[in-house]
Each structure stands twice: as structure tokens, then as C-alpha cells.
């Protein structure tokens, strides 16, 4: 272009601030509509996957109707901001053709002007514009992926909003090991110290717990609804971090083995059961992969199941469905109990393990977790007081406190808060 004509080509190169100065004008203002039409598809799958996942519920409530206002909502929300970032990003190969095109025009009156005063020759002007058409190309197609580009910028940004959240304090470099060549190091004493926590800064949930546990006892938490005990037992596990005091495992505080060795040594079974989408099979064997088939079944029938899964057309290979809805919730209990037996931890949990269950498959459960309890220390939660009557000890919680502790028969003989717990659950059943 240069050897043709010097002032043609400086025409020409005019075209790119001029493109650019469009394109960047349309990016800064159409921005805001792919962030927002990202926003609002996020909401959108949201609502979506929230209404399917809980269709009995709003079925039962007859929420369809306010279920497909609030769609709407979305999807219009959805539909304006995507009509505008797709509409303004539209505009912008029209645009950069534009000026390409009147690039063009420029190019061939300065052409026939320089033509006329026989500085150039006509030839000369075709392959001026074949040359320009092959400069601005890059230019265009730039403007064409621009829309893809901004919604993935737009994409990007929810993405980097997420990764930036707070990571979980990372584990200590020099943890204390649990086992060594195969065998546990770890007895299985507990002890809480000062113990306080709250789920947000301003309402503490656990004031000022304190209990000491040695290996093997059986301790039972009771307590009303709301007062401290799921969340003592997520303490133990260190799914949240304490915000004053300490918890010992055989004297290390918790924070000094990895999360991974902490939770390898406790097996717990919790109040809303939970399964994966899977076989049994897996299922059972998740916390023990290397457990042999026969254990897996003995620890099936301790927990009372394998009957049920044997019923199954395909026994342990059943594949257990999103959310596990077709086993009952008392199965769903019995399994996660099984797989606890498999597991064979140090420390056992049982928040509420059998309150899905009926009473007389629970007294038969009851035979196998009290020989899986033996040996290792156990925190047991139950509001069937009558369940945890053989504990070593009973702690009773009351609004994160520890109100009263002792053995069954102490802690009736004190006639305090425990003794009207007990006495409401089996003055109706005398009548
Ligand atoms: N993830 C959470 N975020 C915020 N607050 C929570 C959370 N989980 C529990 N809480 C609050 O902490 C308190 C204690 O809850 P916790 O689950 O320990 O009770 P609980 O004694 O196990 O009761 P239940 O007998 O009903 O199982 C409650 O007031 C509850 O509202
Ligand atoms: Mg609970």
C-alpha cells in the first residue's frame, strides 16, 4: 500500500482509531447488560433446579402458581438484559463495516483524485481496495467475536467472585500422625475446653463448654430442640472453626492433625441421613473402600438392612436415585448406619441415628450398636431418653450450656432438668 501511494495509505489506517473508538464505545455500554444477563441466568437455573429438587413440597403447599410468577420474573429479567447486550454487540460488525466502507469511499475519490493528476495509475486503485478489504478483515472479525467475548468476560467475572471467597485455614504443617504402619496410635479420649462458638459473630450458639471423655465411654447429649448438640459434634469434626477454647483428641488439640486424619478417626451417622447417587454398595463401603465383601454384609446385618437390600432385584448393585427417593428415609437411616459399622472409627457419632426408624427395628439396631459402641468412645444423641438410659455419662444441654451432667440415676435422683425431660416423654405413655 505503501509503494502505491503514501497519502492513500494514511487514509486508509485512519479506519482503525476510528473501528476501535466504535468498538470501544459499544463494549463500555452493552458491559452492563451481559453482567446482568448473567446475573439473571443464574437466578433463572437457581429457581429451576430449587422447584424441581423440591416439587412435593411446593405441590403440597400449592405453590405452582407462585413457583411460575417467580420464573417469569427471572425470564423477563433474563430477556431484557439479554436483548440489549445481544442487540448492542450486534451493532458493533455493522458498525466497524461501516466505517471500513466509508474507508473504502475515501480511498477511491483520493484514488480518482491522484488518478487525474496521473500520480498514480487507475490498476493502481483496484488493488488499493482489494488490500484495504484484506486489512480491515481482522478488524471485522474481531467485532463479530466480541459478543462472545463479553459474555464470557461477564462469565469469567461470577467465576473469580467465587474463587475469591475465604478459603478454610489451611492444615498445619506438621501434624500430629494418627496411625503408624496400619495401626492407630489414638486411644479415643475427648476433652472440650472452654469450648465457645456461634454460627455468625453475633449470636454465640456454645457459650462455654467443658467435658473431658475417656476412651471407650459412652456419652449421651440430650437436650431441647435448638440447644447446642449437632453443632458440639460439628466442633468435634472441626467442620467449623472454634472461636475460644479447645477440643483434645489423647491430649492433641484438633487443630494440629490434618482434617483428613481427624475425620478418618470418627465415624459418624447424622440426623439427616445422607446418601450419594451410587450402588449400596458404594454407598457402604465409602468410608472402608478396601472393606471385603463379607464385611460389608456383616455390618449390613448388624445394622439390620441386608434383609431389605437382599429383597432388592439387584441387591448391593442397587443404584440409589437423586436424593435417594426410592428407599424410605428409617432405609436411608439403616444404611448410613451401616456404612458407620463399616468404617470402623475410633470415636463414633450418632446424632438422632435411628429416629426414622420403627421402635422395634431400632431395639434390634440397638443390639448392634451397642457391640459396635464397645471399645470406643461414643457420643450418642437421642430424644428417646429411654435409648441412652445405659450412658456413662448424660449431658444436659440446654441454650449452649451445660445444665446438668451425671449418670441416668444421678441425674433423676437430682429432679432437675433431666427428670422433666424424662418425665414428659413416659407420663403420656403411662396413661
Ligand atoms: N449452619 C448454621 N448457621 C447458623 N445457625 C445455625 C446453623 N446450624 C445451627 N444453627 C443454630 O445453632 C443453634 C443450635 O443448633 P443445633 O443444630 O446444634 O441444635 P440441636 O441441639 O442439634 O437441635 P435438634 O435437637 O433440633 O437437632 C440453633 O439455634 C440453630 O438455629
Ligand atoms: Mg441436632
Known sequence: MLSISWQMMLLALLIIPLSLFGVVFLMKNSQKYFLSQQTSLGLLNGHIEEMYGAHEIVTAFNGQQKSVDQFETYNDQLYRSAWKSQFLSGLMQPLTMMVGNLGYVGVSILGGYLVLHQVIAIGDIQSFITYTRSFTQPINQIAQSMNMLQSTMAAAERVFGFLNEAEVLPDTSDPVPVSFEGKSLIQGQVAFENVRFGYTPDKTVIRDFSMFVKPGQKIAIVGPTGAGKTTIVKLLMRFYELNGGAIYIDGHDTRTFTRKDLRSLVGMVLQDAWLFEGTIRDNLKFGNPDASEAQMVKAAQMAHVDHFIETLDHGYDTVLGESSSNVSQGQRQLLTIARAFL?????????????????????????????????????????????????DAILVMNEGDIVEIGNHDALMKRDGFYTKLYNAQFSGEEE
Do not use: C
Open 343 to 391: 468404617s470402623d472409627p475410633k470415636i463414633l457419632i450418632l446424632d438422632e441415628a435411628t429416629s426414622s426408624v420403627d421402635t422395634r427395628t431400632e431395639v434390634l439396631i440397638q443390639k448392634g450398636m451397642d457391640a459396635l459402641m464397645e471399645g470406643r468412645t461414643s457420643f450418642v444423641i437421642a430424644h428417646r431418653l429411654s435409648t441412652i438410659r445405659n450412658a
